[in-house]
Structures are given as C-alpha cells and as structure tokens.
C-alpha cells in the first residue's frame, strides 16, 4: 500500500488574509509614488521696504548713492554713484569756513560802524566845545591873537586827536572781539552738529532696521509653516499605512509580515534664517543690514 502525504498549509483567517493583501497594495501604491519634495523645500522670504529703507539710509549717510535691489530676493544688487560726502561733513566745511585769521569779518555787523561814527562825530562836538574856554581865557590875559594862544590851542587839539584816536581804536578793537566771539561760537555749533548727525542718522537706521528684522522674522515664520504644512500632508498617507500595518500585524502574529519598514517623518524645524532673525529681533545694527 502506497504512503500517502499530507501537506497541511496554515493560514490566517479569510478577514485577516483579505486585510493583509489590502495592506501589501497598499504600500505597494505607496512605493510606486514618489514624494515631491520640492513642495516642502526650505525658502527664504526676501528682504522688505523696511530694511531696504534702512539700507539706503546708511548708503546715503556713507556719501554712497543709490542702492538697486534684486526685484526677486529684495538683497542689495548694486550702488548709484554718490556725492562721497558724508553726512556730517557739511557741518565740518561750515565749521571751517568760522576758522582762520579772516573769519570774524562775516561777523562784523554794518551797525558797529554807524556806531563807531556816531560816537567820534560826538567827540569831536565836545572837542571843540574846548576851544571856547582857551579863547576867552586869551582874551582875558591880553593874549589873543597871539603865539602863547597858538601854543595852547595847537596842544589842546593834539591831545583832543590822540584822544579820538584811542576812542575810535577802542572801539574797534571791541568790535573785532565781539566778531571773533560769535565765530568761535559758530565753529562750536558746527563742530556740535557734526557730531549730532550720525548719532540721529543711525537711530533712524536702526529704528527701520529693526522694524525691518521684525517683519522679515514674521514672512519667514509663515514660509516656514507652510513648509512644514507641506510636509505633513505629504507624509500623511504613509502615517496612515503604518497605522493600519501596526494594527493588522498584532493580529497576524506569526505570519510573515508584509514587507512594509518603518515610515519616519522629519519633525518640522525652524529654519536657520528664522533663528537667526528671532535673535536679531531686539539687536540691530548697520552690520547686519549689509550681512556683516
């Protein structure tokens, strides 16, 4: 009598069997289907008026001309010609123009001269005033007409000149010091004023500046989220699938599994750009707005 062979074939259960062939086309599908990963591809937001304002601003303090930016990026693309003078420097070409051994004539004022002749035409007035007495005394010694009256008048009149002299230089010389005066004070405003200008001209960069780095954090967060919106949406069909593999196979314990692997999606992260503007939010200066 001939042996007889029995082949016994375990298999899972018809819903089990139907459940993994549904799961291995699945993730068949799922292999077969690239991932366009340009969906989710990192992007820098480009740079905005306000830190192109402030570029400028620091372009045109340097004496530099007119910054062109990149209509796709916003970055720098190049600089205008310039005046090459900065922008204190018109302060310091004042400052030096209230300098020098002729600088107080801007300040002699036209009405010092109409004083100075009020004041001799005065004095001559009183001079002559003098002579009378001279004459009448003359006249009383019997001496008029004579050398002793000449004598006596011609020394009256030089001291009465030497004495409008000195008046008159007096006054000039007050005059002249009352111009050098005001033209050190001049040439001290301007120097102060030099010195004022890029204090306030970089307030006003950084203040752009920082109002800029503010906005450029904000258009980066949003790229950012939807970058990783992307992302998520894109691996959502593999999560699903390896939700359903981690299901089924607990149920088919000690049959093969299907050859699905583990399906791991990048955790969304910020990207470097967005760090680095969240750290820059509240620190802002003329180098960062050129990428120093």
């Known amino acids: 009598m001939a042996d007889t062979t029995t082949t016994t074939i375990a298999r899972p259960a018809p819903y089990l069997e139907a459940a993994g062939q549904n799961l291995l086309d699945i993730t068949t599908g799922l292999a077969g289907k690239p991932i366009d990963t340009s969906l989710f591809a990192p992007q820098i937001a480009g740079q905005n008026v306000l830190t192109q304002a402030a570029q400028q601003q620091a372009a045109t303090q340097a004496g530099l001309g007119a910054l062109s930016f990149d209509p796709t990026t916003g970055a720098i693309q190049g600089i205008g010609q310039g005046t090459g003078i900065a922008g204190y420097q018109p302060y310091l070409q004042q400052a030096q123009a209230y300098s020098g051994p002729q600088a107080y004539q801007q300040f002699m004022s036209p009405y010092q001269q109409d004083v100075i002749n009020t004041t001799l035409a005065n004095y001559d007035i009183q001079a002559q005033k003098g002579i009378a007495p001279l004459q009448a005394q003359a006249v009383q010694q019997g001496a008029f007409g004579g050398a002793r009256q000449g004598i006596q008048q011609a020394e009256y009149q030089t001291q009465s000149d030497l004495n409008r002299a000195l008046l008159q230089a007096q006054l000039l010389n007050q005059g002249f010091g009352q111009a050098q005066q005001q033209a050190n004070t001049a040439f001290g405003q301007q120097q102060?004023?030099?010195?004022?200008?890029?204090?306030?001209?970089?307030?006003?960069?950084?203040?752009?500046?920082?109002?800029?780095?503010?906005?450029?954090?904000?258009?980066?967060?949003?790229?950012?989220?939807?970058?990783?919106?992307?992302?998520?949406?894109?691996?959502?069909?593999?999560?699903?699938?390896?939700?359903?593999?981690?299901?089924?196979?607990?149920?088919?314990?000690?049959?093969?599994?299907?050859?699905?692997?583990?399906?791991?999606?990048?955790?969304?992260?910020?990207?470097?750009?967005?760090?680095?503007?969240?750290?820059?939010?509240?620190?802002?200066?003329?180098?960062?707005?050129?990428?120093?």
């Open 192 to 292: 102060g004023l030099a010195s004022l200008q890029p204090s306030l001209a970089q307030s006003q960069i950084q203040q752009l500046g920082a109002a800029g780095t503010g906005n450029l954090a904000y258009q980066q967060s949003v790229l950012d989220a939807q970058r990783q919106a992307a992302q998520m949406s894109a691996f959502e069909p593999y999560q699903r699938a390896q939700f359903l593999q981690s299901s089924i196979g607990g149920l088919l314990s000690g049959y093969p599994q299907p050859a699905f692997g583990q399906t791991t999606q990048q955790a969304p992260s910020v990207s470097p750009l967005s760090q680095a503007l969240s750290s820059a939010a509240t620190v802002y200066g003329l180098g960062s707005l050129f990428g120093k």
